[in-house]
């Protein structure tokens, strides 16, 4: 056993010797695997890093003093402009640098420039760490040798192959050129904004001093912070943003000994807005568009410059409608401007594409200015209800044009918004509290809707909500929408593009030297149905057709807008109204203008507020001249329906309601009406209509029946022996007595049933007729009895003259005309009743039923006057017969 188990041991010990000679052979074998990978891929990187180098771009020292022009062409490819001959350009030697400049320079860009080959390798290495502990681009690395080469020869692309020969050159320009001429190449070649060139342009167009002797240390500070973002940190248009960078550059000039801090702390105490120089006039074409297309390009293209970049830029510009723009906010503008400060922005855009056509940077605009078109960051009233409000309630409840919404006055969780004018107009359609810009309907609808909705709807139209919330303030602009004109005209462009967004564009595509093209337009993307698109358009020319925006109307245009202006309180309370805006649009165009007071909320008066209305207007006339525009076009999801009005929810109307009741509005295909409505009927004809006569009294008396009388009145008209039948009388009774019956006449009556209140068609007519008989012993020829052709009724009306006089009678109100009227010899005047009766046979004139008095044919010679039967007095004193003569009912 003992020798067994030693044998067990042994065998164990064997194993493990074994294990551990098969380690070591595998750990050399990975080890030279790593090694021969690591030199291959040193190899690699090598020989990839030589072919950069090999490929670099040699040193050029043209290129190193001067940047390549870029040009500008116009929509139609166009030469515009050359940018690099507007440059404005003024170069210093090392010797004109005063030290303090040199110093704020240094310490904000290099501060180790005198001391490193090119390259910064102790900065690199931090940039390397900070990148690593505060994610990537926290840091820079590039010293001013680099920016140079990078300025001067190489694009502005993040790649590998660009920073290798970058830095390679660096090095280079480092070995061939002094430290103080390459300082001087950076700060003659570097762009400091508002168009300025080189240190010594940017002291001249900031401060006006063209000596950098002459600089002060906030001035210098402000130069020196400006090159790294000349647009973000201009103090023309950002000062609160140029003072933060000086501090930050005074910071690093005290950090590295430059200054002290009491230095520092002085310099910080001045109002940059007193450092500035008034700005000039410089001449170039189209500025402010010009200065949105530089923006764009920056933007879209990673720091692109288009003043030295050698670009060939082809951009949306459309140079007519930009002159007429820019001479309607200049010195030959027809607009009756309040006073000098007063300030507007314009943006024309394209309604197909969204590429912008013109754009108005504000009266006067000088280069680099705050643009009033693209800058702006207003609230935009009432013109964002069709985008907060009418918009998505069409596009996701499928609203009708027609829909009714109660204005009336609304506390939603302590939100309770009133109208412009405080009214309440009850039950109105979509269409018309659009039109009329009700405030109350646009926050219901966008209640209903719910706001997560309406904004998601909004921001495909390009409108952003600060914080990302949107409140049912929005609804009527004044919530958490702030925006430009030009977002608020590709927005409404959408409309007129049958729901299709075009984010607004001012470059369609740029050469680049050496790198082929770059195109820049953006992608169009589906912001709504096509139905959304129309029904809202369609509401929107009824603001132009008889709703806010009539002022804005181009007759035969067939355009859609919109009116919106905000409301302020001031600190003592005052009511103000500091901003006024329109946008509208065609299926060619797209504007939108602002107008208000630039700095603090100032109010605008009522002439002012019509400014907008006025520009679109002028300017939509102009660049719409000479050119087809076709209308919108309805699209089969949407169809037009005749509803009648007043009914809810929309019913068709009856056979029996009246036109004037009757409107056209536009639905949904899935959402149109099919319930007709029961408001309007025809009314039952009368019954039992007889007609009798009363040879003791004679007169004739009318009789019927009607089942349900309240609310209807009965027409009656007679004919007599088969001649014109007209109106005797409307009344509410059910019976009339008719005096003054012709004898040996047939009287042939008509009854018709009439609404009080014009809720229903009349009845058929009913009808009876009646034979009065001739009187005993008359001549069929009483010519011969008379033949001097006298009446031989005359002596009976004159007799009835005398006992009656000027009868004056207020006959009541009479259902179809008030009455008061004259009632001459045969029912001459308004047969309706009206006023004063002088039966005088010798006037000879007969009324027309409708008050206007037809003059008869006198009768024949020898012929009797036929007698007219009387009809009856309703209310107020009846008048005596006539001698002779039957009971006037």
């Not at 973002?229 to 201009?234: L, T």
């Not at 204005?407 to 109208?419: A, F, H, M, Q, R």
């Not at 409140?471 to 593009?497: H, K, R, T």
């Not at 009455?819 to 029912?827: A, K, V």
Request: net charge negative; glycine share 8%.
């Amino acid at each position: 056993m003992a020798n067994d188990s030693q044998s067990r041991s042994a065998r164990r010990k064997q194993i493990k010797s074994n294990k551990k000679g098969t380690k070591k052979p595998t750990f050399k074998r990975i080890v030279m695997i790593l090694l021969t990978i690591g030199i291959v891929l040193m190899i690699a990187v090598g020989g990839l890093f030589t072919y950069y180098i090999v490929t670099a771009p040699e040193l050029n020292e043209e290129q190193l003093s001067d940047p390549i022009s870029s040009k500008l062409y116009d929509k139609n490819g166009d030469f515009i402009t050359d940018l690099a001959g507007e440059q404005r350009r003024t170069k210093v030697s090392y010797n004109d640098l005063p030290p303090t400049l040199i110093d704020a320079v240094l310490a904000t860009e290099d501060v180790r420039f005198f001391e490193h080959i090119g390259i910064d390798f102790r900065r690199i290495a931090a940039a390397v760490i900070a990148n690593i502990k505060e994610g990537f681009g926290a840091e820079g690395a590039s010293t001013i040798t680099q920016q140079v080469v990078k300025r001067s020869f190489l694009s502005s692309d993040k790649t590998l192959k660009r920073k290798v020969q970058e830095q390679y050159l660096a090095v280079k320009l480092d070995q061939e050129y002094s430290k103080e001429k390459i300082l001087e190449m950076y700060l003659n070649k570097i762009y400091y904004g508002q168009g300025a060139y080189g240190v010594a342009e940017a002291a001249q167009t900031y401060f006006g001093k063209n000596e950098l002797s002459k600089l002060t240390l906030p001035e210098i500070a402000i130069l020196a912070g400006l090159p790294q973002r000349p647009s973000a940190y201009n103090p023309y248009k950002n000062p609160e943003l140029a003072k933060q960078r000086m501090s930050v550059v005074l910071s690093l000039m005290v950090q590295h000994g430059k200054i002290s801090e009491e230095e520092a702390e002085k310099a910080r105490q001045t109002n940059v807005e007193d450092l500035l120089a008034e700005q000039t006039e410089r001449e170039s074409p189209y500025k402010a568009f010009i200065d949105q297309v530089r923006e764009e390009v920056e933007a879209k293209m990673d720091g692109a410059n288009i003043y030295k970049d050698g670009l060939k830029i082809y951009t949306t510009l459309d140079p007519e409608a930009q002159k007429y723009v820019e001479q309607m906010l200049g010195k030959e503008s027809t607009i009756n401007w309040p006073d000098e400060k007063v300030e507007t922005g314009i943006a024309v855009t394209d309604t197909q594409t969204g590429a912008v056509r013109a754009i108005g940077g504000g009266r006067n605009y000088k280069e680099g200015n705050f643009n009033y078109a693209t800058d702006t960051q207003r609230q935009p009233g009432s013109t964002l209800k069709p985008i907060t409000a009418y918009g998505p309630a069409i596009q996701y409840n499928k609203l009708s044009t027609y829909h009714q919404i109660k204005d009336e006055p609304i506390d939603i969780n302590g939100y309770s918004p009133n109208n412009y004018d405080d009214r309440f107009r009850g039950w109105v359609s979509t269409r018309y509290a659009l039109s009329r810009s009700l405030n109350i309907p646009a926050v219901k609808t966008l209640h209903e809707t719910g706001i997560d909705k309406a904004q998601k709807f909004a921001e495909g139209l390009g409108i952003n909500f600060k914080d990302d919330q949107m409140y049912l303030s929005d609804a009527i602009g004044g919530g958490n929408a702030e925006v430009s004109p030009l977002q608020l005209s590709g927005a409404y462009a959408a409309f007129g593009n049958e729901g299709v967004y075009n984010e607004p564009y001012t470059v369609r595509k740029v050469e680049v030297p050496g790198q082929g093209t770059v195109d820049l337009k953006p992608e169009p993307k589906s912001a709504m149905n096509s139905y959304t698109a129309y029904m809202i358009t369609s509401m929107l020319q009824t603001v132009m057709s008889e709703g806010t925006g009539t002022a804005a109307n181009v007759p035969g245009l067939p355009e859609a807008g919109k009116t919106g202006t905000t409301n302020s309180e001031t600190d003592d309370g005052t009511d103000i109204v500091p901003d006024s805006w329109f946008s509208g649009y065609t299926t060619n165009y797209s504007i939108s203008i602002w107008t208000g007071y630039p700095k603090g909320y100032q109010n605008l008066s009522e002439a002012t507020q019509d400014i907008p209305k006025q520009l679109f207007k002028s300017v939509m006339s102009h660049i719409s001249e000479g050119t087809e525009t076709s209308d919108f076009q309805k699209p089969g999801s949407v169809e037009k329906v005749e509803v009648e009005e007043g009914s809810r929810p929309a019913k068709l109307p009856s056979p029996y309601t009246p036109e004037s009741r009757i409107v056209t509005e536009l639905f949904h295909v899935d959402n149109t009406p099919s319930q007709v409505s029961q408001v309007f009927q025809k009314l039952e004809p009368v019954q039992d209509l007889s007609a009798s006569y009363d040879t003791e009294a004679q007169a004739i008396n009318l009789e019927w029946g009607y089942e349900e009388p309240e609310g209807v009145s009965f027409e009656v008209t007679v004919s007599i022996d088969g001649g014109e039948a007209r109106q005797l009388t409307r009344t509410k009774d059910s019976t009339v007595e008719i005096t003054n019956a012709q004898p040996g006449s047939t009287y042939e009556f008509t009854v018709t049933a009439i609404s009080d209140n014009e809720n229903a068609e009349d009845s058929d007519p009913a009808t009876a007729s009646v034979d009065i008989p001739a009187e005993d012993g008359a001549e069929e020829n009483p010519e011969e009895d008379n033949p001097e052709g006298e009446n031989p009724e005359d002596e009976q009306n004159n007799e009835g003259n005398e006992n009656n006089g000027n009868q004056n009678g207020n006959n009541g109100n009479n259902e179809n005309n008030g009455n008061n009227g004259n009632e001459n010899g045969n029912e001459n005047g308004n047969d309706q009743g009206n006023g004063n009766q002088n039966e005088n046979p010798d006037e000879g004139n007969t009324g027309d039923g409708e008050g206007n008095n037809e003059e008869q044919p006198p009768p024949e010679e020898g012929e009797q006057p036929p007698e007219e039967p009387q009809p009856p007095q309703e209310g107020g004193e009846q008048p005596q017969p006539p001698e002779g003569q039957g009971e006037a009912a």
